[in-house]
């Protein structure tokens, strides 16, 4: 994930983007880092699954099809909206922890939700993490799996290392920005809702899952 990133585009070929190293200003990729990291997530989470991969997949698994051309039998009508004026304070905010070193991996749930940005995050760092998503007021207002899975916009899990993390809280102030977890030796993704278990499940078996997904593309 490029935070900031200016490119260079090859005047031969318009399509292609030459990256120079020097004009990268910072450089964030989704990988957990080390065993005891801070987890946060940032941004708030509303009812909208509309689109969604969840309801995708809740159609497939009930075994509908939609001829090509048509949409998905599960879509919805509660699509995810851009709200200029709460994004805008945010980014800036993460703009400047990056800039001060502060973030350690960050994630987007843009597509698929908290619970898969999360997951993907700790695949990719080949560790585990244990996240309580219960300490944020917008998830727990919601059903549990559409507190996982909807995709609203200008949302991010990030880490930070333990001794940063009152720097971040204290550059958040005042924005959506919640502490929720830390990253664990265990290789296991746990994520509860206060004191309800939603998720605890083997680091090694979510990927088996997910690269035979792939597979079958």
Request: hydrophobic share 45%; aromatic share 6%.
């Amino acid at each position: 994930m490029i935070l900031r990133l200016r490119a260079r585009c090859a005047r031969v070929a318009p399509s292609s983007c030459e990256i120079d190293s020097a004009y990268i200003d910072a450089f964030l990729e989704l990988d957990v880092k080390e065993e005891g990291d801070a987890v946060f997530v940032l941004g708030t989470t509303r009812d909208e699954t509309g689109g969604s991969e969840y309801f995708r997949w809740r159609g497939e698994r009930e075994g509908r099809t939609a001829r090509l051309g048509e949409p998905a039998p599960y879509v919805g009508n509660k699509v995810p909206r851009v709200r200029a004026e709460e994004t805008i304070p945010l980014y800036r905010a993460l703009a400047e922890a990056v800039r001060r070193g502060l973030v350690r991996s960050a994630a987007t749930p843009a597509l698929g939700g908290l619970a898969l940005a999360i997951a993907r995050s700790a695949m990719a760092g080949e560790a585990g993490v244990d996240v309580d998503l219960g300490t944020c007021p917008d998830l727990t207002a919601l059903p549990p799996d559409v507190a996982l899975f909807s995709e609203s916009n200008g949302r991010f899990v990030i880490t930070a290392a333990q001794a940063d993390a009152s720097s971040i809280e204290a550059l958040f102030m005042g924005l959506p920005c919640r502490r929720v977890g830390t990253v664990t030796a265990a290789r296991r993704v746990r994520l509860a809702m206060g004191p309800s278990r939603l998720l605890d499940v083997d680091l090694d078996a979510l990927k088996t899952a997910y690269q035979e997904t792939l597979r079958h593309a």
